[in-house]
């Protein structure tokens, strides 16, 4: 019988401790309130718990007779734990949790968005130094880039990884492209604002070659779970024109969106790393 030898591991191979890293770094933009710019979207969903055997859907909040699924990351694990068990104690399954707003877009313009929740924590009761002292049940603070995105007809406000210099240097050791788009892809959250200040930006692939840019918005917004959206309540700063800085990997090559999803994941994980991009709106 052949003896085989193993392979040398590749040092510079994204490890699961790795992605915990990213993870947790990412999930430290907008867990605090801060008053300097900065890209973020946060709140308060207050609405039926229930928990579930399958692990796919592990968790669900019921929020207007609609129901959503809540993840849970393993950083916040605990924050599971604890509301799993401030269930059972109290027998009330209408809690307050507090989530990051999570939304995927089809490439039919016909097709409706898809919306869930990250679980960051719950609260029970208004303290004062909570996110409670800001926000209400069902409200959230959404700060990015105010604009049109090709398969969305609502203009959305996105949020893009902040720029950190740490998280700069750490991914770009990281030699795994699924692993570095699943952390630094943007989350583009449908607003209706219907008297902005500033117009949604919209890009004209036809158009000049410079058409500006999207205005970076800071504003407090109620989730309307019958429009799967988020409605407009106040700004918490004026527009501005140049934006936090942020990070962004660069767009695909021309004919990689048409491949299928598994074809393109395989080609990823032969490609070298895409060079990470810095991009801050002037």
């Known amino acids: 019988m052949a003896s085989t030898k193993a392979k040398p591991k ?11 890293v990213i993870e947790n770094s990412v999930a430290n933009d907008s867990e605090i309130i801060n008053d300097q710019p900065q890209f973020q979207a946060v709140g308060i969903i207050k609405g039926e718990v229930k928990f579930h ?17 809540v993840e849970c990351n393993r950083r916040h694990s605990d924050a599971r734990t604890g509301l799993k068990k ?7 399954t209408t809690q307050r949790l507090i989530v990051y707003p999570k939304v995927m877009h089809f490439p039919k313009k016909d097709q409706p968005h898809r919306m869930w929740f990250q679980l960051i924590g719950f609260e029970v009761g208004n303290y004062e130094n909570s996110i409670s ?9 959404i700060c990015g880039l105010w604009q049109f995105i090709p398969v969305c007809r609502q203009p959305c406000i996105s949020i893009f990884l902040n720029f950190k210099q740490d998280r700069l240097d750490f991914l770009k050791k990281s030699d795994d492209p699924a692993t570095q788009a699943k952390f630094m892809k943007a989350t583009h959250i ?13 890009y004209n692939p036809r158009g000049e070659k410079d058409q500006g840019h999207p205005y970076f918005v800071q504003i407090k917004a109620a989730f309307l779970p019958h429009r799967d959206a988020f409605g407009f ?3 918490l700063g ?24 598994s074809d393109k994941t395989k080609i990823n994980q032969r490609q070298k790393p895409k060079k990470l991009i810095l991009k801050s709106q002037k």
């Open 238 to 261: 004026e527009p501005i024109e140049q934006a936090p800085k942020f990070m962004k990997l660069p767009k695909p090559g021309k004919g990689q969106g048409k491949k299928k999803s």
């Open 86 to 92: 401030e269930i059972e104690k109290t027998g009330e």
């Open 233 to 235: 309540v106040e700004q």
């Open 53 to 69: 055997d399958d692990e796919k859907k592990s968790i669900s909040v019921t929020v207007g007779n609609k129901e959503y699924g």
């Open 190 to 202: 449908p607003v209706l604002w219907k008297d902005s200040p500033v117009r949604p930006f919209r």
């Open 133 to 141: 002292a800001d926000l209400a049940d069902n409200e959230f603070k």
């Open 10 to 20: 590749n040092k510079n191979a994204t490890t699961k401790e790795d992605a915990a």
